[in-house]
């Protein structure tokens, strides 16, 4: 983004080569105003810089997680992760809603509410699985 304080400078220029009277009502108003912008041009750079070293914070903090996802599960990308295995899609018969639940809690007979409308999804009589 080009910095809008060249901008700012050509008007204030302008009002110079201009000869605009300061002291007249407009001349007062013109002055403010360039003014103004001129403190906004510069907070809009101030802006800008904090944006850059925040985009580069985050770099650097999306490369230290990647380097502790690495070491945790032990390949490259976390993207070969593949969870599917461990998980069972339901459907809840009370709202429809479908979500996808860990096959421990289905083994361990463990209650599990459907987040939608509370109605308890794998209590007695209610194993109504879309896909296994």
């Known amino acids: 983004m080009d910095s809008i304080k060249?901008?700012?400078?050509?008007?204030?220029?302008?009002?110079?080569?201009?000869?605009?009277?300061?002291?007249?009502k407009?001349?007062?108003?013109?002055?403010?105003?360039?003014?103004?912008?001129g403190d906004i041009a510069d907070k809009l750079d101030e802006i800008e810089s904090n944006q850059d070293n925040l985009e580069m914070y985050i770099d650097t903090l999306d490369d230290d997680l990647q380097d502790v996802?690495?070491?945790?599960y032990g390949f490259e990308e976390a993207d070969e992760f593949n969870g599917e295995d461990e998980f069972v899609e339901h459907q809840c018969q009370q709202c429809g809603e479908t979500i996808y639940i860990d096959k421990s809690i289905i083994e361990n007979d463990e209650?599990?509410?459907?987040p939608n409308c509370n109605f308890d999804m794998l209590g007695e009589g209610n194993d109504e699985r879309v896909n296994d």
């Open 111 to 114: 209650h599990i509410k459907c």
């Open 26 to 37: 407009e001349g007062k108003v013109l002055k403010e105003i360039v003014k103004v912008l």
């Open 6 to 24: 060249p901008k700012v400078s050509y008007l204030h220029g302008m009002m110079d080569g201009l000869s605009i009277d300061e002291n007249s």
């Open 69 to 72: 996802e690495e070491d945790f």
